[in-house]
């Protein structure tokens, strides 16, 4: 047994939860609910009423997170201390979005002035791009970016570009490769025009498998295309924290842009890994996009815990995993800009505290990260939200929306909204048995059928959600989203105690996907491995079942 499970909080806490009465009972017995349920800060509005909660829930809750010394960890966090302790490294992403006049110490030096000259060297080449001043090896201006990384050297700058669409500066487009199939490369380099073609290769260790192929490809079709050695200058870039590893594979060390053993690949859009999205929206929306993640620092480090939004957020993630048995929470953007959002949010949760030993190396004796999963409104309410409403598993869900759009087109935003907080509505107080039957009385069923389809029709309701607003996506409050779910990712990592920034799990896939990459390029069959490896190997090898 863990301290955290003997803990006379978390004792407290299943005790009370099974105690609660419905949501709908919640709303009558309180008026103020929503008043009280809800907060502000940094561009985005959070009502969290909507949950499985009273006053003593969240008093609880904050105790919990006292008592985990969740206020003095958020300090070790933005003071540089090592809290990474598995790679002994500094997590200082809030770092790469500080103000140029702070000081932050990672290893005994002061970080800021490397962000700062970095963040410069971007705005020269993203103006130098932009403006057609650079220019391809034909003396032709840029017109297409090809962006190739994996994990969060891919995941961020892509979904955070789609996000940004109504910022893009006309006349560059950026086409984003991640999967080592070829498919992805070949496709995106269909119709593209290598003279009018900037690649940019995004790898923190510059090691990666996937993106080292694919750069190489990339390097062979822009030299089939008629580009020769000394061409590549014009059309190849790199971001990397192992600038000596670039340099030796053929980059021209002019166009090396550096990141940090301190940034984590999943923290990492708000580094030089932003670029292929400084190039689309250009500086000046870039900055605004640092700022709004800033803002949202400051909340954090600063705010006490019950009206901290990232600390609510993640305390009532835990209510539901620790306390209620969720195993899945749900992302649900009513914005189609937003619509990468769960899948980003999925890397950032699932790979942080996907663990299950404490910093310390016990064995946890709770549940820690969930499976974050999610989609755009409405699309999903045509599908998985059956199983939201009348599935048997508890699945809390964030709902995201703007309250004006980017594209006011007569009714639209009204029914998106109205969709989104009927929703809300629906699965908090679902529908009961008496009421589903009221709704059958005028039809010509007889009594039995009727009992037997408003059976179907009962909703348990009861089901927790999330509504943030804000006024209107922009990079600002589109960094201050993200900001938000990064530390909501931390406090939770907190509370479980585990290591939120390392990701061993993923390490033995790659090792042993290397190992089954010789024995498919050997000469013999494969004999070595599990008769299941053994047989794929070889089937593989055979090219035909
Ligand atoms: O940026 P790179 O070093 O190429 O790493 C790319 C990605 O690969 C790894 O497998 C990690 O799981 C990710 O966290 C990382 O972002």
Redesign the pocket.
């Known amino acids: 047994m863990t301290t955290l499970t003997q803990s006379t909080t978390w004792k407290a806490l299943q005790a009370h939860t099974s105690q609660l009465p419905h949501m709908r009972e919640l709303f009558a017995q309180n008026p103020q609910r929503f008043d009280q349920m809800s907060v502000k800060a940094c561009g985005l509005f959070l009502d969290y009423s909507k949950n499985r909660i009273n006053n003593d829930t969240l008093e609880l809750l904050f105790a919990l997170a006292k008592e985990a010394n969740l206020t003095d960890k958020i300090a070790a966090m933005f003071n540089g201390d090592v809290i990474n302790n598995t790679e002994h490294r500094a997590v200082l992403h809030t770092a790469l979005r500080s103000k140029a006049e702070q000081e932050i110490i990672a290893e005994g030096t002061n970080i800021v002035p490397e962000v700062q000259q970095t963040l410069a060297k971007m705005a020269g080449f993203v103006e130098s791009v932009q403006s057609g001043q650079w220019k391809g090896y034909t003396g032709k201006a840029i017109t297409d970016v090809v962006s190739i990384?994996?994990?969060?050297?891919f995941l961020g700058p892509k979904i955070v570009s789609q996000a940004l669409r109504p910022y893009w500066h006309a006349g560059l487009n950026c086409h984003f490769v991640a999967n080592v199939d070829a498919t992805s490369i070949c496709e995106k380099l269909k119709g593209l025009n290598a003279e009018t073609t900037l690649f940019v290769m995004?790898?923190?260790?510059f090691?990666?498998q996937e993106?080292l192929t694919n750069t190489l490809s990339a390097k062979d079709w822009f030299l089939a295309q008629g580009a020769t050695q000394q061409d590549i200058a014009k059309h190849f870039v790199a971001v990397t924290s192992n600038v000596a590893k670039a340099t030796e594979f053929g980059m021209d060390a002019n166009n090396i842009f550096p990141m940090w053993d301190w940034v984590g690949?999943?923290y990492s859009l708000w580094s030089a890994i932003g670029l292929p999205i400084a190039l689309l929206v250009g500086m000046d929306n870039f900055k605004a996009l640092l700022d709004g993640a800033h803002q949202m620092d400051e909340h954090f480090a600063n705010t006490p815990l019950p009206q901290n939004m990232p600390v609510i957020m993640a305390m009532l993630s835990v209510l539901y995993g620790n306390f209620h048995g969720s195993q899945s929470h749900v992302i649900l953007t009513y914005d189609h800009y937003l619509r990468g959002l769960p899948a980003y949010f999925q890397q950032l949760d699932m790979?942080s505290n996907g663990k299950s030993v404490t910093l310390n190396g016990t064995d946890v004796d709770y549940s820690t990260g969930p499976v974050i999963w999610g989609g755009e409104g409405t699309n999903g309410q045509h599908a998985y939200h059956q199983l939201l409403h009348q599935g048997t598993a508890l699945i809390p869900a964030d709902f995201i929306m703007p309250l004006q759009s980017h594209n006011p087109l007569g009714e639209h935003h009204d029914q998106l909204a109205s969709n989104c907080f009927g929703q809300t509505q629906a699965l908090m107080q679902g529908r009961t048995f008496e009421e589903a039957l009221a709704e059958l009385s005028n039809s010509k069923l007889d009594e039995q059928q009727k009992a037997l389809i408003a059976k179907h029709k009962v909703m348990s309701g009861n089901k927790p959600s999330n509504t943030l607003l804000m006024d209107k996506l922009t990079p600002t409050t589109l960094g201050a989203l993200i900001a938000l779910y990064e530390h909501r990712t931390f406090v939770q990592g907190a509370i479980w105690q585990i290591n939120s920034f390392d990701?061993w799990g993923?390490e033995l896939g790659?090792q042993l996907g290397n190992d089954v990459l010789e024995r498919i390029g050997a000469d013999k069959d494969a004999t070595e491995l599990d008769s299941s490896s053994n047989a794929l190997v070889n089937l593989y090898r055979q090219g035909k079942l």
């Open positions: 990384g994996i994990g969060g050297s995004s790898s923190k260790s090691g990666t993106t690949g999943r790979e990701q993923v790659k």
